[in-house]
């Protein structure tokens, strides 16, 4: 008799694992973003499914749709003891997600946002500025262990980058290469066009502080401000419009 509720549990949980419905990548999103991304009009299963991905703006009281994504479960990843998914939008992959004893693995990562809704999850004021442009960024192999060290590549590009804080102002295209190697990473910082030009680079690792070191130029009247807000990571090279970036601070 024991047996046989056992195998009836069993089953019961497997069906319900089975059906597990879409809404659960709306509350995953929603705890692991605090309440930053989440995922409207979900339909299907944790399996096969489809929604639209929102970011929550500045105020914190209405949500922004942005992209429209659909997802697959990859049953052959179960052969190496690993779940796997394959993620598109309007048709065009995105990129895979797999979990397995050995971390996780994203590959081929293509992704385009606007930039606030891709930067307004971001727990940090400077993220809420009202930052606009377009955002990509594209990953073709990135690995985490169980413990989180991450190793792998990553291209982020913002083009029109501006901010609410300053109408009418574009600041300029810019490209950040991004490589991690077993939890330390490196990242430059280059201008592909524009008015402001920031250029530089730095490094971060556990345990350590991150750091950067670059310029900045643009017109004068517009950067002469930048040392107030910048925390004493500006310095005037003595040039006209033209700064030395530092961080941390000397």
């Known amino acids: 008799m024991l047996r046989k509720l056992l195998l009836l549990l069993a089953l019961g949980l497997g069906f319900l694992v089975v059906k597990a419905p879409a809404s659960l990548v709306d509350g995953l999103l929603a705890h692991f973003t605090a309440e930053g991304l989440r995922l409207q009009r979900a339909e299907g299963t944790l399996w096969q499914g489809r929604g639209i991905l929102a970011s929550r703006d500045a105020s914190g009281r209405s949500l ?86 991450c190793s792998g590549e990553a291209r982020l590009l913002w083009r029109g980058a501006r901010a609410a804080l300053f109408p ?31 250029n530089g680079s730095g490094e971060a690792a556990p345990g350590r502080t991150p750091s950067f070191k670059g310029s900045i130029k643009g017109e004068p009247e517009f950067l002469n401000r930048l040392p107030s807000i910048a925390a004493g990571a500006a310095r005037p090279t003595g040039q006209p419009g033209q700064f030395e970036i530092h961080w941390p601070p000397p």
């Open 64 to 149: 922004s749709p942005w992209l429209p994504v659909a997802w697959d479960f990859d049953i052959g990843a179960l052969t190496r003891l690993a779940a796997a998914w394959t993620f598109s939008s309007s048709g065009t992959p995105i990129g895979r997600f797999e979990a397995g004893i050995s971390g996780l693995d994203v590959t081929e990562l293509t992704l385009h946002a606007p930039a606030d809704a891709a930067l307004m999850p971001i727990p940090n004021p400077v993220a809420r500025a009202g930052w606009q442009g377009d955002l990509s960024i594209a990953a073709p192999v990135w690995h985490c262990t169980p413990t989180g060290t």
């Open 168 to 198: 009418g102002r574009r600041f300029g295209d810019y490209e950040i290469q991004l490589t991690a190697r077993d939890g330390h990473f490196r990242y430059t910082l280059r201008t592909l066009a524009g008015d402001v030009i920031a």
